[in-house]
């Protein structure tokens, strides 16, 4: 059974850092390209950043270019969410996604995996 954890959401000021993590068990993790993705109050789930299965490449929104980072551990089993600068419309729960599919379609797959997710907001 496929499960992925998230973890490190919080309260955070504006301007400040999280980390965001999320554990994968039940799958190859090595084979697959991790993701994550928001959903905000009143909108629709959105991507925020995704990593190929060997961390060698990564893709951003544009609204989380330059501040957001994403990295993985592949010994660990866990797909990390750097968020500095934070800004309070970065507010949304996280998810985490894990896809056999390539990183760049990551969340458009009917066999893609989710998390619960994790609650960040931002204060301002």
């Known amino acids: 059974q496929v499960r992925l954890v998230e973890s490190g959401g919080g309260l955070v000021q504006a301007g400040g850092s999280l980390r965001l993590s999320c554990v994968a068990s039940g799958l190859t993790f090595r084979t697959y390209a991790m993701g994550w993705f928001r959903r905000a109050p009143g909108k629709e789930r959105a991507f925020v950043a995704a990593?190929?299965?060997?961390?060698?490449?990564?893709r951003y929104a544009d609204s989380v270019k330059g501040r957001f980072t994403i990295s993985r551990d592949n010994a660990k089993n866990t797909v990390y969410l750097q968020m500095n600068s934070p800004k309070p419309e970065d507010t949304a729960v996280y998810y985490c996604?894990?896809?056999?599919?390539?990183?760049?379609?990551?969340?458009?797959?009917?066999?893609?995996?989710w998390g619960q997710g994790t609650q960040v907001t931002v204060s301002s």
């Open positions: 990593i190929a299965w060997s961390g060698s490449g990564a």
């Open positions: 996604a894990a896809s056999r599919g390539s990183y760049i379609s990551i969340g458009t797959n009917p066999n893609d995996y």
